[in-house]
């Protein structure tokens, strides 16, 4: 209401009194000189309370931080967002949410808690008479013994040594060799030296045999492709994997021997397979059979007699000069018989299904149970350097051209699958990721309850992505969108100025990542190759809260 100099609204009344001196107005009359002057008083004493107490909320607000244990890992501050604003407000799909951080999906918040956490927990030197810098690692393959609770790494250091070492941790994941030494009086940690390929080119572990198969790219007649068996411990002081004390042999026998046939890598089989490992060559693939018979895996062969020889014609595969641009239809079969640099079991059916990437942007999708022209492929937006099966029906594609995409494989269309015209439409990109040109370079995939207990990931996508890039870094992806998640300990290497880049490289990369969870280990720990060193980085324990 209106307020007029000289009068008093009486708001029962609804009505204006002219303020009167004490003398003239009725007893107890408020708009009586003494009772307007002290009601107002009162008010504006009111009015000063007020204003000191937003002042006061005010200055308190500026000295109160929120604590990073609220972002860092998001899962706490989404549960609390959610217990604070609803179930709207809590971990909901992943975007900016002014004044309170980011907004994340249950699946991703438990990526993202994992990747938050990683902390280096020391290095294994499978070289300590070389300085780390002289060199990389250029094959990684870490696995566990559960019966002694060690863990065991094979490495090459620039495609010539490969040595074997046990790796000991303590209870919070360090690796910790003199408390290993004390708890395992009988096992010997010094570093192994293995007999090996000049070249070598991957190392993969194939459990069911107990064998580590080794590839090697130096062009030979017979495929460079062999295994390690070390031999079981069986006295309860022995671990359960005793290195170097083994059988080996260095090269498998083909029944059609072939010229310069390059090794590029390897993958072993799951248990249920028919065959022990799949390889990759400049020539097609290669199937290790339980015989130990390495047999081609695509069918067209050819008999050459070599100029000049006296020596038995050779068989070898019969391959047609594919060009890698231009029009042509490249069907899932030509690309099964060019170069291959990467392959993967699918996990839908790992003893039938081969995914196989390389030199051509076409990734055949190999099923051993039809004829080659019944394969299917897909088609990636650069060449493929490194393929992983993911779930039972994706395929994690990345090549240079900075090229990394989640596939699906039911979303393929029949009609044009088996020689894909146009790029495959992923159903998630990988927007940072940064490979202008390596073929050599690191990923590793882990997925489902590895990354986070619960987290519910059959059919969600749940999962993370470890990626060398073309700078000397290493970077962690969700696999639900593609998105980089902040790991702090992570996005500090940098091997940029590694002299194993290559020759006429700019920077050095990062060769070799691998997923791997040590015995006793409840979550998976990533085990990179910084130069000469194989480092450990895992989540945080509960002793450091």
Same mark, same amino acid.
């Given at each position: ?17 002219k303020i009167e001196a004490d003398q003239t107005a009725p007893e107890n009359a408020a708009w009586s000189a003494d009772n307007v002057k002290r009601r107002r008083k009162k008010e504006a004493d009111r009015a000063a309370r007020r204003q000191a107490e937003r002042r006061r909320q005010a200055a308190f607000a500026k000295a109160v931080k929120r604590s990073a244990?609220?972002? $860092?890992?998001?899962?706490? /501050? ?18 900016? +949410? ?52 060690? /863990? ?7 495609? &010539? ?34 007999? +090996? ?26 495929? @460079? ?9 069986? /006295? ?17 026998t083909t029944e059609r021997p072939s010229r310069n046939c390059v090794v590029n890598t390897c993958v072993a089989a799951p248990a249920n397979a028919r065959l022990a490992c799949a390889a990759g060559t400049n020539m097609g693939i290669l199937r290790w059979m339980d015989n130990d018979l390495v047999h081609w895996l695509t069918a067209g062969w050819k008999r050459?007699? +070599? ?13 047609? $000069? ?98 894909? &015209? ?9 927007? $940072? ?8 370079? @690191? ?11 619960? +987290?519910?990931? $059959?059919?969600? @996508? ?20 593609g998105m980089r998640l902040k790991s702090p300990a992570v996005d500090a290497i940098d091997v940029s100025l590694d002299p194993g880049g290559g020759p006429g490289s700019k920077h050095g990369v990062v060769k070799c990542l691998k997923f791997a969870t040590m015995p006793g280990d409840g979550q998976p720990s990533l085990f990179v190759g910084e130069r000469t ?13």
């Amino acid at each position: 209401m209106r307020q007029i100099p000289g009068f008093y609204y009486d708001a029962e009344r609804r009505r204006y009194f002219k303020i009167e001196a004490d003398q003239t107005a009725p007893e107890n009359a408020a708009w009586s000189a003494d009772n307007v002057k002290r009601r107002r008083k009162k008010e504006a004493d009111r009015a000063a309370r007020r204003q000191a107490e937003r002042r006061r909320q005010a200055a308190f607000a500026k000295a109160v931080k929120r604590s990073a244990a609220l972002d $860092e890992p998001p899962l706490v /501050g989404g549960l609390i967002r959610r217990e604070l604003f609803g179930a709207s407000h809590g971990l909901a799909r992943r975007r900016e +949410c002014p004044g309170r951080g980011e907004r994340v999906d249950v699946p991703g918040a438990a990526a993202m808690m994992w990747a938050g956490g990683l902390k280096m927990r020391g290095s294994v030197r499978l070289w300590p008479e070389v300085s780390e810098n002289k060199g990389a690692v250029s094959a990684l393959w870490v696995g566990g013994d559960g019966k002694s609770g060690l /863990g065991v790494v094979y490495a090459a250091r620039n495609d &010539k040594v490969v040595r074997s070492s046990y790796i000991a941790t303590d209870r919070n994941g360090e690796i910790n060799t003199h408390l290993a030494m004390a708890e395992h009086p009988g096992v010997v940690f010094d570093t192994v030296q293995e007999p +090996c390929f000049p070249q070598v080119s991957s190392l993969s572990y194939h459990a069911s045999s107990g064998r580590m198969f080794m590839t090697s790219r130096q062009p030979t007649m017979y495929p @460079g492709i062999g295994f390690l068996k070390p031999r079981k411990g069986e /006295g309860p002081t022995e671990p359960g994997w005793i290195l170097g004390d083994l059988g080996y042999s260095l090269y498998g026998t083909t029944e059609r021997p072939s010229r310069n046939c390059v090794v590029n890598t390897c993958v072993a089989a799951p248990a249920n397979a028919r065959l022990a490992c799949a390889a990759g060559t400049n020539m097609g693939i290669l199937r290790w059979m339980d015989n130990d018979l390495v047999h081609w895996l695509t069918a067209g062969w050819k008999r050459r007699k +070599c100029k000049g020889s006296s020596h038995k014609p050779l068989e070898e595969p019969e391959v047609e $000069e594919v060009e890698t641009t231009g029009s042509e239809d490249i069907t899932a079969a030509k690309a099964a018989q060019g170069e291959i640099l990467a392959l993967d079991f699918l996990p839908l059916n790992p003893a039938e299904i081969i995914v196989a990437g390389g030199r051509l942007s076409t990734v055949p999708i190999i099923d051993l149970r039809v004829p080659e022209a019944e394969w299917t492929a897909l088609r990636h937006t650069s060449s493929v350097a490194n393929l992983r099966a993911v779930g039972g029906y994706q395929v994690l594609a990345a090549g240079p051209k900075n090229a990394m995409a989640l596939y699906d494989l039911r979303f393929l269309r029949k009609e044009e699958d088996k020689a894909p &015209k146009a790029e495959t439409v992923p159903i998630v990109r990988f927007a $940072e990721y940064k490979n202008d040109a390596h073929m050599a370079i @690191g990923l590793d995939v882990a997925v489902g309850p590895e990354v986070g207990i619960g +987290c519910g990931w $059959e059919g969600s @996508g749940a999962g993370v992505v470890a990626a060398a890039h073309d700078d000397g870094r290493v970077a962690i992806y969700s696999l639900k969108d593609g998105m980089r998640l902040k790991s702090p300990a992570v996005d500090a290497i940098d091997v940029s100025l590694d002299p194993g880049g290559g020759p006429g490289s700019k920077h050095g990369v990062v060769k070799c990542l691998k997923f791997a969870t040590m015995p006793g280990d409840g979550q998976p720990s990533l085990f990179v190759g910084e130069r000469t060193l194989v480092n450990k980085y895992s989540l945080w324990e509960v002793d450091e809260w």
